[in-house]
């Protein structure tokens, strides 16, 4: 990233807002370690904030990058981003405390850069039976980014990145449900589950087994609702973006699972 000038990320030159030209993306990039408090940066074992973290990098470094996706917003040197960087070895670093000349990415797109997989096991797939904003009740601010599949009573269900237990227990219409904290406030969201095998604070990994579907709570059926939300409100967050199918679930669609 670009440092900022005044916190932001354009010029302004008599009232006109000049942005700062993109650099063209290639596939590896030596930058350098820029973090203002002058402590090591972390490496995160996913482009999550609360994800495990795997390594540091010291202030000053030179460190290569081979790609981009997107995850937690930082506030960084040149303003918040939710641009990540993958390593060679396979770890996760903020743009926000790279000094790579560039306010946009410099390296190219990673094809598994999307910070979420699945919510079941890999090789396994269910019918999507309710995408994000259907109307039948994705329509609100609780349930309009999440998704639904066809999963029957005691499917394994896995998180879908690594985090820590917000919540586990009975929820109301949402019957028994887990929210995994994957830090900056946000969870995923599992719900109508028969069961759950986890406690609050327990860590998770990307992949682990938290419990299994049924048909808890207000519900018409045995099915897994899954939804990227605000931990401490469950106000509906974003759609989950998945290595697997990116933020696009296609009602009838059943797209197979690369967790674990």
Same mark, same amino acid.
Not at 13 to 28: E, I, K, N, T, Y
Not at 143 to 153: E, Y
Not at 162 to 178: D, K, L, P, V
């Given at each position: 990233m670009r440092r900022s000038i005044q916190a932001g990320l354009a010029l302004l030159?008599?009232?006109?807002?000049?942005?700062?030209?993109?650099?063209? %993306?290639?596939?590896? $990039?030596?930058?350098t370690v820029s973090v203002p408090s002058g402590l090591p940066l972390q490496i995160q074992s996913a482009p999550s904030?609360?994800?495990q973290v795997i390594g540091s990098l010291a202030n000053g470094s030179s460190v290569t990058i081979s790609c981009y996706g997107r995850g937690d917003t930082v506030d960084g040197i040149g303003g918040a981003t939710n641009v990540w960087n993958k390593l060679p070895n396979g770890g996760w670093v903020s743009d926000g405390f790279l000094e790579t000349g560039s306010n946009a990415p410099v390296v190219h797109a990673c094809s598994d850069g999307a910070?979420?997989?699945?919510?079941f096991r890999a090789g396994s797939a269910y019918t999507v039976t309710q995408t994000p904003g259907e109307g039948y009740s994705h329509n609100d601010n609780y349930?309009?980014? %999440?998704?639904?599949? $066809?999963?029957?009573?005691g499917t394994p269900i896995v998180a879908s990145a690594?985090?820590?237990?917000?919540?586990?227990?009975?929820?109301?219409?949402?019957?028994?449900?887990?929210l995994v904290n994957h830090g900056n406030n946000q969870c995923t969201q599992y719900a109508h589950l028969s069961s759950t095998i986890i406690n609050v604070g327990d860590s998770v990994a990307q992949g682990q087994q938290i419990g299994t579907s049924g048909a808890t709570g207000n519900v018409t059926g045995p099915h897994l609702h899954w939804n990227v939300v605000n931990c401490d409100s469950q106000l509906s967050r974003e759609i989950p973006n998945t290595v697997e199918a990116g933020t696009s679930y296609p009602t009838g669609s059943a797209p197979v699972s690369r967790n674990g």
């Open positions: 030159f008599a009232g006109l807002a000049v942005m700062v030209p993109a650099a063209s %993306a290639h596939a590896d $990039a030596v930058v904030l609360g994800a910070p979420f997989k699945l919510p349930n309009r980014h %999440a998704v639904d599949f $066809a999963t029957p009573t690594g985090g820590t237990i917000y919540f586990e227990g009975w929820n109301g219409a949402g019957g028994i449900m887990a």
